[in-house]
């Protein structure tokens, strides 16, 4: 059974930063490129960034780009998302995703429960 | 980069009824689109991909068809575990941009 469990989510300052997890089972993690999809409060899902199997492609949207830093390692099946300078618009449930192609990039067939980062001073 | 529109926004239906979504892109897409439900308080849950393929588990009265910029989403007969808001999604390229959503609503 594939699950992905998010961590790390909680109330930080604006300007601060945070390291979200995802730890990932029940299918061969390195064979997936990986996703991170936010919701802000009562908002739709935002595409946040990807990261691709063997981590040597990344892909950010305009909102959290030069901000924060998607990664993976695949020996801990563990995918990670870096978030500096953030900012209040930043507050929102976190989710990571699987990709649903091995070796590829297309729909997200599994998703994680999510995280919650809330900005506020 | 590509805008996903989605219409209507919301909508209110009887159980039995035919529902239809639709989104269009703002630019072709091929079949690079999925369609995601989210119920109350739950994750988002994939139900088409490749426009028009069922994921594995979901029910048959949901079906998606379309190509290039304008897609549909179709409920055969609305039950009241549909209740949901629906996403589209492109998936071509990046930006993986999804549409605004559309809530759904049992009358």
């Known amino acids: 059974e594939v699950q992905l469990v998010e961590s790390g989510g909680v109330v930080v300052q604006p300007g601060g930063s945070l390291r979200l997890s995802c730890a990932a089972s029940?299918?061969?993690?390195?064979?997936?490129?990986m996703h991170w999809v936010r919701q802000a409060p009562g908002k739709g899902l935002e595409w946040v960034s990807s990261?691709?199997?063997?981590?040597?492609?990344?892909y950010y949207a305009d909102s959290v780009k030069g901000r924060f830093t998607i990664s993976r390692d695949n020996s801990k099946n563990s995918l990670y998302l870096q978030m500096n300078s953030l900012r209040t618009e930043d507050t929102a449930l976190y989710y990571c995703?699987?990709?649903?192609?091995?070796?590829?990039?297309?729909?997200?067939?599994?998703w994680g429960q999510g995280t919650l980062v809330t900005v506020s001073s | 980069d590509i805008q996903m529109t989605q219409s209507p926004s919301s909508l209110s239906a009887s159980v039995g009824d035919r529902v239809t979504i639709t989104c269009r892109a703002s630019?072709?897409?091929?079949?690079?689109l999925a369609w995601y439900q989210q119920k109350p308080g739950k994750v988002p849950k994939l139900l088409i991909y490749a426009a028009s393929a069922l994921q594995s588990g979901v029910p048959s009265r949901f079906s998606g068809s379309g190509s290039g910029t304008d897609f549909t989403l179709t409920i055969s007969s609305l039950q009241p575990e549909d209740v949901a808001t629906y996403y589209c999604q492109k998936y071509n390229s990046a930006p993986y941009t999804f549409g605004q959503g559309t809530k759904l609503e049992i009358k």
């Open positions: 029940g299918f061969t993690f390195d064979d997936y490129t």
């Open positions: 995703a699987k990709d649903g192609y091995t070796y590829g990039w297309g729909h997200f067939d599994y």
């Open positions: 990261l691709s199997w063997d981590g040597g492609s990344t």
């Open positions: 630019q072709g897409i091929s079949n690079y």
